[in-house]
């Protein structure tokens, strides 16, 4: 009998002893970015699991760091809007809370869940975008995880389902040997919150405008698109708290490329994307850096600076939109980038940006001509 008893505490020792190795290996490897282990080259420096379950780890990063300010928006402002950008040091930590292909329902609950989780919150930056004031049949509605990881302030409480996680593990074993094998990586996390990625190098630019606006716009978000009332009023929640909480917040219109502006006017969204900037200067004055513009009219062309595709805008642009908002070196900043709207000059901005694009047109007709073929395709 004590045989039995001596294997079965054997057996219960080395059980608990590799568990405790493995989930140690998992803290240590840090896949998600979300224990703060360091970061050696070759080793954990790069994160590309993270790239899987934004919506997770940001909400846990939360309850770590508890940042005094954080950025807000979709894909646009993850990849866009750097968080250690100067003008954002005043109330450090600063984080990026962007959600990818995020709505503004979602925006207003990460900020809620940063408000509880850092009451002395002093900075929001809200990129905002069309796309994420569409209406879905399902706004409103998060799975229960997220809603639970939403409404949690205990980053402890988040430990145990992460390092025991066999996800975790996996995702651990795979994130040292991308970093061991030393192959590019084309997308991962900062620890910031902000999201690195890199274009494939075999695909000509125009092929990369071209495949993302098909495949994310003309077969999906453009069609059949619809404004909705509880997006904009998520927009609105976020507003009246920031006020009401003494919170600074700063709202811009993303700087997508001239060809998401012709995609939005093939698909016959133009008018919808004029009444959605005067409805939501109608509850604060923005700063719109959409349009046409020395820096939305990059030619498409192999050697592009200012964006990925036609959505994504790079870092250097994004440090050119909070350099204007938070007037910091103006004199980086091209004249005719970003105006700020109000009630009082919304219409008169939109007839510019309207008088802009017929500028434009007269000498780049084909690329207003690529776009209607992308259309179709």
């Known amino acids: 009998m004590k045989s039995h008893y001596k294997f079965l505490g054997t057996f219960l020792g080395l059980l608990v002893f590799n568990s405790f190795t493995l989930a140690s290996f998992s803290a240590w490897i840090d896949p998600y970015n979300v224990i703060n282990s360091r970061t050696l080259p070759k080793f954990n420096q790069l994160k590309p699991q993270s790239n899987d379950d934004a919506r997770r780890f940001k909400a846990i990063n939360v309850t770590r760091i508890k940042p005094k300010t954080i950025v807000l928006g979709t894909s646009r402002a993850d990849i866009g809007i750097d968080p250690e950008h100067p003008v954002l040091s005043a109330h450090a930590p600063a984080y990026n809370l962007s959600i990818p292909a995020g709505d503004m329902y979602e925006a207003m609950r990460y900020f809620q869940h940063a408000l509880v989780n850092q009451p002395d919150l002093k900075q929001v930056v809200l990129g905002i975008d069309l796309v994420a004031f569409e209406h879905r049949e399902d706004v409103g509605k998060l799975d229960p995880e997220q809603a639970a990881r939403l409404e949690t302030t205990s980053y402890v409480q988040h430990l145990p389902s992460l390092v025991f996680s066999t996800d975790t593990l996996t995702s651990s074993f795979s994130t040292l040997t991308a970093n061991l094998k030393g192959e590019p990586v084309r997308e991962y996390y900062l620890s910031n919150g902000r999201l690195i990625r890199f274009n494939p190098p075999e695909m000509p630019i125009e092929a990369v405008f071209g495949l ?153 007709a084909d690329v207003v001509q690529l776009v209607e073929q992308w259309s179709r395709e």
Not at 218 to 241: C, G, N, P
Not at 283 to 303: A, K, Q
Not at 313 to 336: I, S
């Open 212 to 364: 993302h606006l098909k495949s994310a716009y003309f077969e999906s978000w453009y069609k059949d698109f619809q404004l909705s009332q509880q997006q904009m009023d998520a927009f609105r929640t976020i507003v009246e708290t920031c006020e009401q909480q003494g919170i600074d917040l700063k709202v811009f219109i993303s700087p997508a490329h001239v060809t998401q502006w012709e995609a939005l006017r093939t698909s016959g969204l133009w008018s919808t994307f004029e009444d959605w900037k005067r409805e939501v200067v109608n509850i604060t004055p923005v700063w719109d850096f959409s349009g046409y513009n020395s820096i939305t009219t990059e030619p498409l062309t192999e050697e592009m600076h200012n964006y990925l595709e036609s959505s994504h805008y790079v870092k250097e642009v994004g440090d050119l939109v909070l350099n204007r908002v938070f007037r910091h070196e103006l004199r980086t900043v091209p004249n005719d980038f970003g105006t700020r709207i109000t009630t009082a000059n919304v219409d008169a901005h939109l007839a510019k940006i309207r008088a802009d694009r017929s500028k434009w047109v007269r000498r780049n």
